[in-house]
């Protein structure tokens, strides 16, 4: 049994409240880029070099942690913010490695490039919008790592695992957090990236090195996307 399962019961009503948030963004994400992609229009390459992105950003993650923090109230170890144990950096570099080998096999499908489906990622650098880029940077790699972590394998991966299980909790938190995106290439990767942080979660007991697997993920993605 795990430390997590050890720790006092919740009810039903947390989890259909974190459940109706993941499903309710899902939901708005798919019908936002199916009906972009009925109109015919393409998401501009441009986004990280916007102040606008920034501030949107910052709206949207402020409202998700908030509502995350509305669900957790009295149980604040519900977010998995605690010391992690176990070797955490051969961890965190394993899985890393194995995501980004996995990428690469992806790449190898006669599919549309995963990578470039959402549209965020820009396809050289432009040094006139350097600061809306750090801006951005800091969105994409500090912010989104922290409020999605504490979202997915903080709050939803300790109500999960009270009523699935383990495993189904680490399968289920790959499959939501893929569909939290709104994409549907990108989920050959973004469904084992998630389920991947689970698995980091559950064996380190926290979600700190998932929070510092995502940023790093993050900010590799936009490096070698300005690089290129």
Same mark, same amino acid.
């Given at each position: 049994?795990?430390?997590?399962?050890?720790?006092?019961?919740?009810?039903?009503?947390?989890?259909?409240?974190?459940?109706?948030?993941?499903?309710? %963004?899902?939901?708005?994400?798919?019908? /936002?880029?199916?009906?972009?992609?009925?109109?015919?229009?393409?998401?501009?390459?441009?986004?990280?070099?916007?102040?606008?992105?920034?501030?949107?950003?910052?709206?949207?993650?402020?409202?998700?942690?908030?509502?995350?923090?509305?669900?957790?109230?009295?149980?604040?170890?519900?977010?998995?913010?605690?010391?992690?144990?176990?070797?955490?950096?051969?961890?965190?570099?394993?899985?890393?490695?194995?995501?980004?080998?996995?990428?690469?096999?992806?790449?190898?499908?006669?599919?549309?490039?995963?990578?470039?489906?959402?549209?965020?990622?820009?396809?050289?650098?432009?040094?006139?919008?350097?600061?809306?880029?750090?801006?951005?940077?800091?969105?994409?790699?500090? %912010?989104?790592?922290?409020?999605?972590?504490?979202?997915?394998?903080?709050?939803?991966?300790?109500?999960?695992?009270?009523?699935?299980?383990?495993?189904?909790?680490?399968?289920?938190?790959?499959?939501?957090?893929?569909?939290?995106?709104?994409?549907?290439?990108? +989920?050959?990767?973004?469904?084992?990236?998630?389920?991947? +942080? /689970?698995?980091?979660?559950?064996?380190?007991?926290?979600?700190?090195?998932?929070?510092?697997?995502?940023?790093?993920?993050?900010?590799?993605?936009?490096? %070698?996307?300005?690089?290129?």
């Amino acid at each position: 049994m795990s430390v997590d399962e050890q720790r006092p019961r919740v009810g039903r009503t947390r989890l259909i409240c974190w459940l109706a948030l993941v499903g309710s %963004v899902s939901l708005l994400e798919y019908i /936002a880029r199916f009906s972009s992609s009925s109109q015919g229009s393409n998401s501009s390459r441009d986004e990280v070099y916007r102040y606008s992105t920034f501030a949107s950003g910052l709206v949207f993650y402020g409202v998700i942690l908030g509502v995350v923090l509305a669900i957790a109230h009295d149980r604040t170890d519900l977010l998995a913010l605690r010391r992690a144990r176990g070797p955490v950096v051969p961890r965190v570099m394993a899985i890393l490695a194995a995501i980004f080998l996995w990428e690469f096999v992806v790449l190898l499908l006669p599919i549309r490039n995963p990578g470039n489906e959402q549209g965020l990622t820009p396809t050289h650098w432009e040094s006139g919008h350097a600061g809306a880029f750090a801006a951005n940077l800091l969105l994409f790699v500090i %912010v989104a790592p922290v409020v999605e972590e504490l979202t997915f394998r903080g709050l939803g991966q300790s109500l999960l695992l009270q009523f699935t299980g383990r495993w189904p909790s680490i399968v289920l938190i790959g499959i939501l957090f893929g569909l939290w995106h709104g994409l549907v290439q990108a +989920l050959l990767v973004l469904i084992p990236f998630g389920a991947g +942080l /689970a698995y980091l979660r559950d064996r380190t007991n926290s979600v700190v090195p998932g929070m510092v697997l995502h940023a790093l993920f993050n900010a590799t993605a936009l490096a %070698v996307a300005v690089a290129g």
